[in-house]
């Protein structure tokens, strides 16, 4: 049974940081693409950053330069880490795995991804103060 459980996130004032983790179960989690998204009341589920089956990486447009994506393989651990935050990355945050054999990173992040990753988590809320 694939889980994903998300933590980290939390309050915090603008220039801030966060890190992220998204800890995942009951399957390969080394062999598969793994993405964040986020999504605010009202409005449309967006990615944030994606790691490909290839070992691509990446990352909207929005927050290029400010997050970084990982994955701990022996940890079974995705991290995002979010650095100079911004009000306007206030959401809740959701990592997603699709086992998929082959999946970039842009597929993760495009339509396909976005809206059908195999498994997601729950969320974790982030909230950026001005």
């Known amino acids: 049974q694939v889980q994903l459980v998300e933590s980290g996130g939390g309050s915090v004032q603008a220039g801030g940081s966060l890190r992220l983790s998204c800890a995942a179960s009951?399957?390969?989690?080394?062999?598969?693409?793994m993405g964040w998204f986020r999504q605010v009341p009202g409005k449309e589920r967006e990615g944030v950053a994606a790691i490909g089956t290839d070992g691509s990486i990446r990352y909207a447009d929005d927050v290029k330069g400010r997050f970084t994506i990982s994955k701990d393989n022996a940890q079974n651990t995705l991290y995002l880490q979010m650095n100079i935050l911004k009000p306007e990355d206030t959401a809740m945050y959701y990592c997603?795995?699709?086992?998929?054999?082959?999946?970039?990173?842009?597929?993760?992040?495009?339509?396909?991804?976005?809206?059908?990753?195999?498994?997601w988590g729950k969320g974790t809320l982030v909230t950026v103060s001005s």
């Open positions: 997603a795995a699709d086992l998929a054999l082959t999946m970039t990173a842009n597929e993760v992040l495009g339509v396909k991804g976005t809206y059908g990753m195999d498994y």
């Open positions: 009951g399957y390969d989690f080394s062999d598969y693409s």
